[in-house]
């Protein structure tokens, strides 16, 4: 049984950007930047794609990383996850979403620790909103948590609100960093919905699955950066990104 595993869910069929695994940034795939990423501090024995599809199981494959074939019912990627769970032996397994190139994979290194010292949470990564963000934007998924760093809500609208416009105290918001990690009993427990929750379905966040199942969530700050390819249009930004901190 391995320690950790790292799963990696792509899937070619997206509404808002097609095919967007093997989409190009600076002439490498998307899919790619974020194994090579996890490849800098973890073994390829311990990193897998997690994919419904036969082009981006062999493109996988052809790059020597490994790969697994899951439904085409999957729901979510973490149902992708709990299908991998089933097929590969691990203490922890860590989602990290296939459309982060900028991951930090010391970050999934720091997740992995929390989990190891809070096995009865899921473990989630947070970091705070930049100023080249617009917290406002639904394709960014807002957390509040407590002092604790345990999750209170997450959620597409802007939390917390502001009821007096003009205040005087300006707000840091926080988003989601999407690396989790989970036990195998985590992952049965999700995997049991043959459909989304109330509130997942709603918001389009599937962590909100194991709060509405009464799951303690456990974020983790994470380092500034990261920024999720939700659009064709955000290919730009990553790259301009990525090539700052090249220059670095």
């Not at 390829?44 to 997690?50: G, L």
């Not at 085409?72 to 982060?100: F, M, P, W």
């Not at 969530?217 to 990261?226: L, R, S, Y």
Request: aromatic share 8%; net charge positive; glycine share 2%.
């Amino acid at each position: 049984m391995l320690d950790y595993l790292i799963v990696i869910p792509a899937r070619i069929r997206s509404s808002r950007f097609p095919a967007k695994p093997l989409a190009k940034i600076n002439g490498k795939e998307l899919i790619l930047h974020v194994l090579d990423r996890c490849n800098k501090v973890f073994d390829k024995k311990k990193i897998v794609v997690a994919t419904d599809s036969l082009k981006i199981f062999n493109f996988v494959k052809n790059k020597n990383y490994q790969s697994v074939l899951t439904s085409v019912k999957c729901l979510t990627g973490t149902d992708r996850v709990s299908e991998v769970s089933n097929k590969i032996n691990a203490k922890i397994y860590v989602n990290v979403q296939g459309d982060e190139p900028l991951i930090n994979p010391k970050d999934i290194k720091k997740i992995i620790s929390v989990k190891k010292k809070f096995k009865n949470y899921i473990i989630c990564g947070a970091t705070k909103i930049s100023k080249n963000e617009n917290p406002k934007s639904l394709s960014i998924p807002k957390v509040v948590f407590n002092k604790n760093l345990d999750m209170i809500y997450m959620s597409r609208s802007i939390i917390p609100g502001i009821k007096v416009k003009k205040s005087s105290k300006k707000l840091q918001y926080w988003k989601q960093v999407c690396i989790y990690a989970f036990t195998k009993q985590d992952l049965k427990i999700f995997g049991k919905n043959k459909k989304k929750s109330y509130l997942e379905k709603i918001e389009d966040i599937e962590i909100l699955r194991f709060l509405e199942k009464e799951k303690k969530i456990k974020m983790v700050k994470t380092k500034k950066g990261t920024i999720a390819v939700d659009y064709p249009r955000d290919i730009k930004m990553v790259e301009k990104l990525i090539k700052k901190n090249e220059k670095r």
